[in-house]
């Protein structure tokens, strides 16, 4: 069974790095240690009114100083509380939770669309195979640019046009003529579905990261189910938890 912490993290910074998007990096006594690629962990607001979690996906992951980054964006209360923090505060946690990325060696897109953006950063980092990077945006806030240039080559779409393709992620690759061995990805459910058809159709393998409003964050809940073409252990239908079987699943494993 994977490991998993609950923990009072010090806040070591926090910036507004587009409108409503904030990074946060947070030092942990033991999650860091244990964290993978395209997990996510649960962050506690102060407010005592606000008794749920908050799931909020793995940016990177700094082992050697037990530190975490994470990009949020602003939803609701609890992550309007999150934004107010400062360096020093101290934020209860859970993680890490969920299951990663696999990490293989064939020529891989890495795809991200809006706040699913960050997630693909710190696998950006780990995989050591040949690998193109789509970004899909609104717009021109292009948050977490310069940091993915550092690890491979990046494209980007915009939905207005404003830098990069016109369009969507789809027709940023076919813009630029990409090619690749199989497809990383984590966006809205609409762009996940169009790549895991657009990745049938191409003989891809294709791993999909999903995101769903939690409550637990641990599976017991069964809040954030989604619909399994094979029928799931543990509730005997076809659903599967993304908060416990995923996020990351093969995409066929899912109905999307």
Same mark, same amino acid.
């Given at each position: 069974?994977?490991?998993?912490?609950?923990?009072?993290?010090?806040?070591?910074?926090?910036?507004?790095?587009?409108?409503?998007?904030?990074?946060?990096?947070?030092?942990?006594?033991?999650?860091?240690?244990?964290?993978?690629?395209?997990?996510?962990?649960?962050?506690?607001?102060?407010?005592?009114?606000?008794?749920?979690?908050?799931?909020?996906?793995?940016?990177?992951?700094?082992?050697?100083?037990?530190?975490?980054?994470?990009?949020?964006?602003?939803?609701?209360?609890?992550?309007? #509380?999150?934004? $107010?923090?400062?360096?020093? +505060? @101290?934020?209860? !946690?859970? *993680?890490?939770?969920? %299951?990663?990325?696999? =990490?293989?060696?064939?020529?891989?897109?890495?795809?991200?669309?809006?706040?699913?953006?960050?997630?693909?950063? #710190?696998?950006? $980092?780990?995989?050591?195979? +040949? @690998?193109?990077? !789509?970004? *899909?945006?609104?717009? %021109?806030?292009?948050? =977490?640019?310069?940091?993915?240039?550092?690890?491979?080559?990046?494209?980007?779409?915009?939905?207005?046009?404003?830098?990069?393709? $016109?369009?969507?992620?789809?027709?940023?690759?076919?813009?630029?003529?990409?090619?690749?061995?199989?497809?990383?990805?984590?966006?809205?459910?609409?762009?996940?579905?169009?790549?895991?058809?657009?990745?049938?159709?191409?003989?891809?393998?294709?791993?999909?990261?999903?995101?769903?409003?939690?409550?637990?964050?641990?599976?017991?809940?069964?809040?954030?189910?989604?619909?399994?073409?094979?029928?799931?252990?543990?509730?005997?239908?076809?659903?599967?938890?993304?908060?416990?079987?995923?996020?990351?699943?093969?995409?066929?494993?899912?109905?999307?």
């Amino acid at each position: 069974m994977a490991q998993k912490f609950r923990e009072q993290a010090v806040i070591i910074s926090q910036e507004e790095i587009a409108p409503e998007i904030y990074s946060m990096w947070l030092k942990t006594d033991k999650v860091a240690g244990f964290a993978k690629a395209g997990q996510f962990i649960s962050v506690y607001c102060n407010d005592g009114s606000r008794i749920l979690p908050r799931p909020i996906s793995i940016c990177e992951i700094d082992k050697e100083a037990s530190a975490l980054h994470i990009v949020y964006r602003i939803a609701g209360k609890g992550t309007a #509380e999150f934004s $107010k923090c400062v360096a020093g +505060e @101290k934020l209860d !946690i859970v *993680g890490p939770l969920g %299951n990663g990325f696999p =990490l293989g060696e064939k020529k891989a897109f890495l795809i991200g669309g809006g706040i699913g953006v960050p997630p693909m950063l #710190e696998l950006a $980092k780990q995989l050591t195979c +040949e @690998k193109q990077i !789509i970004l *899909g945006y609104r717009d %021109n806030n292009l948050f =977490l640019l310069d940091e993915f240039k550092k690890y491979g080559d990046v494209y980007v779409a915009t939905e207005d046009g404003s830098v990069g393709t $016109k369009g969507n992620v789809i027709d940023a690759i076919k813009a630029n003529a990409l090619e690749a061995d199989v497809i990383y990805t984590c966006g809205p459910t609409p762009m996940l579905r169009a790549l895991a058809n657009y990745a049938e159709e191409a003989g891809m393998e294709c791993w999909i990261s999903m995101e769903e409003k939690m409550a637990c964050g641990i599976g017991a809940c069964l809040a954030c189910v989604c619909k399994s073409k094979e029928v799931d252990e543990h509730t005997n239908v076809h659903n599967k938890r993304i908060c416990k079987e995923g996020p990351v699943f093969n995409a066929k494993e899912v109905e999307l």
